[in-house]
T-cell receptor, first 108, second 112 residues
């Protein structure tokens, strides 16, 4: 049983458009993390959210954590081809439980 | 941060054989883990590699099939034993502390 549900599974957009990826958990973890993975590489940590209602920004990326600490979203503004990759959310309770992932393709 | 390297980066193996994957961290880390990933899909945790003691396996993974060693705080190995085509996958290790994990580039295994 997947503890974390991600949507959508696939997302293809034109350069300059915005996108949002969602992550919903059936459990509350100590923290929730977002990773980005490119082909042939391991996942790279983008952000860790801990507190309910938290909002974090990383350049054009905005991460929100729901008040109940079960849902999160990743919003990318003015997407660029370099944003292409597999985006994964993960619940962290000393070990990571990953969502199914969202494959994002940004077309030039 | 920590830099994780894995060897080999890829291999093609015959069914029934075994392959040992090495994971090296450039600094001492508290925790190391092994994952399996199908291309384009998510990561599934195989086990926690415990330094100086037996690994802790997740449901569906057993020590006889995936023996793991962790002799110190910077190194671990995963062996995929008696391989079958169903074991074809990408195997990744990670290392870090409780709040942050760093991942190796993965080992792409193909079993024929």
């Amino acid at each position: 049983t997947q503890l974390l549900e991600q949507s959508p599974q696939f997302l293809s957009i034109q350069e300059g458009e915005n996108l949002t990826v969602y992550c919903n958990s059936s459990s509350v973890f100590s923290s929730l993390q977002w990773y980005r993975q490119e082909p042939g590489e391991g996942p790279v940590l983008l952000v860790t959210v801990v507190t309910g209602g938290e909002v974090k920004k990383l350049k054009r990326l905005t991460f929100q954590f729901g008040d109940a600490r079960k849902d999160s979203s990743l919003h990318i503004t003015a997407a660029q081809p370099g944003d292409t990759g597999l985006y994964l959310c993960a619940g962290n309770d000393y070990k990571l439980s990953f969502g199914a992932g969202t494959t994002v393709t940004v077309r030039a | 941060s920590a830099v994780i390297s894995q060897k080999p980066s890829r291999d093609i193996c015959q069914r029934g054989t075994s392959l040992t994957i090495q994971c090296q961290v450039d600094s001492q880390v508290t925790m190391m883990f092994w994952y399996r990933q199908q291309p384009g899909q998510s990561l599934t945790l195989i086990a926690t590699a415990n330094q100086g003691s037996e690994a802790t396996y997740e449901s569906g993974f057993v020590i006889d099939k995936f023996p793991i060693s962790r002799p110190n705080l910077t190194f671990s190995t995963l062996t995929v034993s008696n391989m079958s085509p169903e074991d074809s996958s990408i195997y990744l290790c990670s290392g870090g502390g409780q709040s942050e994990q760093y991942f190796g580039p993965g080992t792409r295994l193909t079993v024929t």
